[in-house]
């Protein structure tokens, strides 16, 4: 198709009107050139098509489809193969749908356990939200059908979310908000791209071009489209200059007529207009040119992968006195409505129609008997529903409680106001571990909850919005029919004012500050060596590894060259499992930058039988040792010493090693007459220049060489320390102030500015 041919024929208006939607749905159709429609649909976990009629509100009915594991789930599997295969169902559920771009992978990094949508969210750590947002495209894109990563940028909470201002320093976005981003948009070359509702430091995302083109494109090499959320354009004009090419939904005409007259005035240059229609017909012409109508869709097939994948993603939290896993045939009690209508998506645009559900009483063994404990919906005390789950519970071997979060406690469009379980919940967990000291919770939730009963009760299976199949993953997991294997994608703090983000989450007003700034989620409790409930990549297995002999392809390198970091791990129990070897990078002790203690920069998910082990490898470049510099606008190596770690946990970490790594990106100074002596000395080529002025000085309050009555008054390490912080024009107020001293050191600061 040449798509520049056809852009010449069309008219100033069939141009803009391109530029936006012909409904909820759809791209527009130009008849008269053969230009047709193309549908896109969420997404990210499932399909949510909804016919002509459809509003984004899920008001109308969707299509019947497959429901898979929320993202919050399926992060915690810390398994690459695992996301990529349930993109490639999804892909083949929209080539079937005829669908050519699903609105997905989600990749907000989680700022506070708050966000109503933290359930679509991956993960607190950029790193794993980046390489699952890519395994993801590249599942769903290898059915020649697109993704939509989203909302691009900084989108971490709900509260007010179409107007609201997200204020994050150059640093933190860049290592944490937009470093998912850009490795999906490097490694796997999204589709498209969905910009957020809310603005960046002041500007609305859909009309940022520092962020839809300077940075997503000229650096990051983005090569397909964006597309705004539904209703996220303010000034439509603006967003077509930033970038902004496709506006969704439809805007009734009133932002194509703008695009058109400002053509006309001379305001916008045609060939932008141009430009934006050749990468939305681009992407179009993508999809029509591969589109495979009679792909078949085995719901059946895809069923079976959700309930595998829930199973893997379960994190199990807790487990003590081998509680679990259950014996087949012991006398079991499941207490709990969500026992019988789990929880398992969350609300929202991601809301999906599923075909079927499989509750963990519908996949019970025959024997389990149930009551229901609580109801969902109400708080209310229900003391008889109480009653008849204790007395159940008193009579059984092992009481399983499968509790969370109700619906109305998150979902998109709000944020949680606290990060409580109802207290129905939580009265009939404490009574029930009362009766029996044998107490399972199972969990339903979208993201961490207080837990003030974990004493009490021996096991925690943490189950997420886990998709339809759920209920049969949590028993199979429950009897060890799985191996339970998911760690935590995000920290679960003790109380929510524990959360870095605790005193400004929701910001005032239309303005919110990031000021914990690249200290997210654990990169803070582990720089304030705080107790947290459950540490980032926690998990346990129903057998145990260990992780040994961890070697390094080198002691010493620069950051020009890879790290090959090997690491043997062990299952050293007696059931086969999966285990996730974690590496986390510590930054040299003496940094001279505020850095967080550790950062997740490799895991891998590994499949043993008991008493196998195997070699597992990391490849490390420079951006596992680099920093934002803010001065410099660029990545940064500082020269260090750095540990490589690795363990099964953020917080259990069984070996390490030093590295050191000399960083090649010089960090040009500015020198003036505010410097201060300790910055030029640490600068190598500056200290060789002003040596020889500190030689041509002498008896003035920088010389080094010092009488005994000097030393006295102030120790050597006192005059050091005065010394340190002297700025350059110290010379003159502590020295002769005379016109050469001025000249010598005017003449000093040109040369230490020289190249
Ligand atoms: C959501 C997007 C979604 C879109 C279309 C918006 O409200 O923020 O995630 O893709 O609606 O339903």
């Not at 007529?257 to 430009?275: M, N, T, Y």
């Not at 059984?396 to 106001?417: K, Q």
């Not at 993953?473 to 870095?500: C, M, Q, T």
Request: glycine share 8%.
């Amino acid at each position: 198709m040449d798509i520049k041919a056809l852009i010449g024929q069309m008219t100033l208006e069939e141009k803009a009107g391109l530029c936006s939607g012909s409904d909820f749905w759809h791209t527009k159709a130009i008849e008269r050139l053969g230009i047709p429609a193309v549908m896109v649909s969420d997404g990210p976990h499932g399909l949510r098509k909804q016919d002509d009629t459809g509003d984004h509100l899920g008001i109308n009915d969707s299509i019947r489809a497959v429901c898979f594991p929320a993202a919050c789930a399926t992060a915690a599997s810390f398994d690459r193969d695992l996301i990529r295969e349930i993109g490639e169902a999804i892909g083949d559920s929209c080539q079937h749908e005829k669908l050519a771009v699903v609105l997905g992978p989600a990749v907000n990094i989680k700022r506070s356990p708050l966000c109503g949508r933290n359930f679509e969210y991956f993960s607190e750590d950029p790193y794993l939200a980046g390489q699952a947002a890519a395994a993801y495209i590249q599942g769903v894109q290898s059915r020649d059908v697109g993704t939509s990563i989203k909302h691009f940028a900084a989108n971490n909470q709900e509260h007010r979310r179409m107007s609201s201002s997200s204020d994050v320093d150059e640093r933190t976005l860049r290592e944490i908000y937009l470093a998912p981003f850009e490795t999906a948009v490097k490694e796997a070359k999204p589709w498209t791209v969905m910009c957020s509702y809310n603005r960046l430091n002041g500007v609305y995302a859909s009309e940022h071009p520092w962020l839809l083109t300077e940075v997503l494109r000229d650096e990051w090499g983005f090569d397909g489209f964006v597309m705004s959320d539904w209703g996220a354009v303010s000034d439509r004009v603006k967003g077509v200059q930033a970038g902004l090419e496709l506006e969704m939904p439809a805007s009734g005409g009133v932002n194509d007529r703008k695009i058109v007259a400002a053509v006309r005035a001379g305001e916008l240059d045609e060939k932008v207009l141009d430009r934006a229609c050749e990468r939305i017909l681009n992407i179009v012409y993508r999809y029509l040119e591969t589109a495979r109508p009679d792909t078949p869709w085995d719901m059946e097939a895809q069923h079976r992968l959700s309930v595998s994948a829930a199973a893997d993603s379960m994190v199990l939290l807790k487990n003590e006195s081998g509680v679990l896993p259950l014996r087949h045939g012991a006398s079991v009690a499941f207490i709990g409505e969500f026992a019988r209508r789990p929880r398992f998506q969350g609300g929202g645009s991601s809301h999906i129609h599923s075909f079927k559900t499989v509750s963990a009483m519908e996949a019970a063994d025959e024997g389990v008997t149930y009551a229901q404990g609580y109801r969902v919906d109400g708080d209310a005390d229900d003391n008889a529903l109480l009653q008849e789950a204790v007395a159940l519970a008193a009579k059984v071997e092992t009481a399983v409680i499968f509790a969370g979060l109700p619906d109305s406690f998150e979902s998109e469009g709000y944020d949680r106001t606290h990060m409580r379980m109802p207290d129905n919940q939580v009265r009939l967990i404490e009574a029930v571990a009362a009766a029996n000291p044998r107490t399972v919770v199972v969990l339903h939730n979208g993201a961490p909850v207080e837990m003030p009963w974990i004493d009490r009760v021996p096991a925690v299976l943490e189950a997420y919005l886990g998709g339809q199949g759920v209920g049969e993953a949590a028993v199979r997991v429950l009897y060890g029919d799985v191996n339970p294997s998911g760690h935590l994608a995000e920290s679960f703090p003790i109380k929510l004012s524990d959360n870095p983000s605790y005193l400004y989450f929701g910001g005032e007003g239309n303005r919110t500050e990031y000021r914990e700034g690249v200290f997210v989620g654990y990169r803070y409790y582990d720089k304030k060596e705080m107790p947290v409930l459950f540490p980032f990549g926690h998990g346990l297995s129903y057998t145990t590894f260990a992780c040994s002999d961890l070697r390094l392809s080198s002691d010493a390198i620069t950051d020009q060259e890879p790290l090959t970091v090997t690491v043997t791990v062990t299952n050293t129990g007696t059931r086969a499992g999966k285990a996730v070897p974690q590496l986390y990078v510590g930054s040299p002790r003496d940094s001279r930058f505020i850095r967080p203690v550790r950062e997740l920069k490799g895991y891998e998910k590994v499949t043993l039988a008991p008493g196998e082990s195997k070699e597992v490898t990391f490849t490390l470049d420079s951006r596992a040792f680099a920093l934002w510099h803010s001065g410099l606008h660029g990545w940064f190596v500082e020269t260090g010493e750095y540990t490589i770690a690795v363990g099964q946990s953020s917080r259990a970490l069984e070996v390490s090693r030093p590295v050191r790594v000399t960083g090649t990106v010089a960090e040009r100074q500015h020198y003036d007459m505010d410097s201060i002596f300790m910055d030029i000395m640490a600068d190598p080529v500056a200290r060789e220049k002003i040596a020889p002025y500190m030689k041509a000085r002498t008896g003035n309050a920088i010389e080094t060489d010092r009488s005994e009555a000097a030393k006295d008054a102030i120790s050597d390490e006192m005059n050091a320390a005065m010394f340190n912080y002297m700025p350059l024009r110290a010379a003159l107020s502590f020295g002769d102030g005379s016109q050469e001293e001025l000249e010598r050191l005017e003449a000093l600061i040109r040369d230490l500015n020289a190249p």
